[in-house]
């Protein structure tokens, strides 16, 4: 059975960093893509970094590029996401989710979500 957990969502103020954690079972995430979505309040589901499978390869959207990290620890068969120097525009729900082997943007063909977990930024 494929389940995808998130955890390490939390409440940060400006400037502050938390470090996500996609913990995977079912599966090998060092075969699939991987990707991290987040979705804010009355908007839709966007997504800020992916890592396809076997380091094909890595994504970040220009809103979070060189202030999120990815990366992929095959031994505990997580991905994390870490994030620095946090804004209040990050302040959304976080989703990981399992694709084909090549990372892509558009959400519906990620096969199975995790649960989420809620990042609050503010001062």
């Known amino acids: 059975q494929v389940q995808l957990v998130e955890s390490g969502g939390g409440s940060v103020q400006p400037g502050g960093s938390l470090r996500l954690s996609c913990a995977a079972s079912?599966?090998?995430?060092?075969?699939?893509?991987i990707g991290w979505f987040r979705q804010a309040p009355g908007q839709g589901r966007e997504e800020v970094s992916c890592i396809s499978s076997r380091n094909g390869g890595i994504y970040y959207a220009d809103s979070v590029s060189g202030r999120f990290t990815i990366s992929r620890d095959n031994a505990k068969n997580t991905v994390y996401l870490q994030m620095n120097n946090l804004k209040p525009e990050d302040t959304a729900v976080y989703y990981c989710?399992?694709?084909?082997?090549?990372?892509?943007?558009?959400?519906?063909?990620?096969?199975?979500w995790g649960q989420g977990t809620q990042v609050t930024v503010s001062s």
């Open positions: 989710a399992k694709e084909g082997r090549h990372c892509t943007v558009i959400a519906s063909l990620y096969d199975h």
């Open positions: 079912g599966f090998t995430v060092d075969d699939y893509a």
